[in-house]
């Protein structure tokens, strides 16, 4: 990370790939989701690999690591680095979500709100909101929450939500 971000030594991405590899190969579930993001995104100077990218996010999500999971489920929802597919999105959302991961468990909840009328939701309705259903039955509740955003008139909300 330090040639990625140039925190210390001057920032090189060939440099940063190549330790970003080095790590992931040897199965840092950070390096993977943190290089699969930079492939797909063409962030941090690096070139776009889609392939590439996916495949590490993939990998990571598929260890459980809750990032990947969150940017798979985002980009699956926009639709601009990988193909859309709004349901795949929203699976990958709600598993990052049931990790805690802040900004998919807003993401979700926000598309929700929007989907039932109320677009300018605060963050801090909708996190109230959501918490209030992880307190309670939260396997059912995220159930019907994963049901409900998977259906048409929640896509293009969980489309705005994933976006911000």
């Known amino acids: ?3 990625q971000e140039g925190v210390g030594v001057t920032s090189d991405p060939e440099q940063a790939r190549e330790w970003l590899e080095r790590a992931a190969e040897s ?8 290089l699969g993001r930079s492939l797909l995104r063409g962030e941090a100077g690096m070139p776009v690999d889609t392939e590439r990218g996916q495949e590490l996010l993939q990998k990571a999500a598929a260890q459980g690591h809750p990032g990947a999971m969150a940017t798979l489920g985002r980009e699956y929802i926009r639709g601009e680095n990988l193909e ?6 929203a699976d990958y959302l709600l598993k990052a979500a049931e990790q805690g991961h802040s900004s998919a468990r807003l993401a979700l909840a926000k598309a929700y709100l929007a989907a039932n009328g109320l677009e300018n939701a605060s963050r801090e309705q909708a996190l109230v909101w959501l918490d209030g259903v992880m307190e309670g039955d939260s396997s059912m509740a995220l159930q019907t929450l994963h049901e409900l955003l998977s259906d048409e008139s929640a896509a293009e909300a969980l489309e705005v939500a994933a976006a911000e």
């Not at 199965?27 to 943190?34: F, K, M, Q, T, V």
């Not at 859309?84 to 999105?89: P, S």
């Open 27 to 34: 199965g840092d579930l950070a390096s993977r989701a943190n």
């Open 84 to 89: 859309q597919d709004v349901r795949q999105g």
């Open 1 to 3: 990370m330090a040639y």
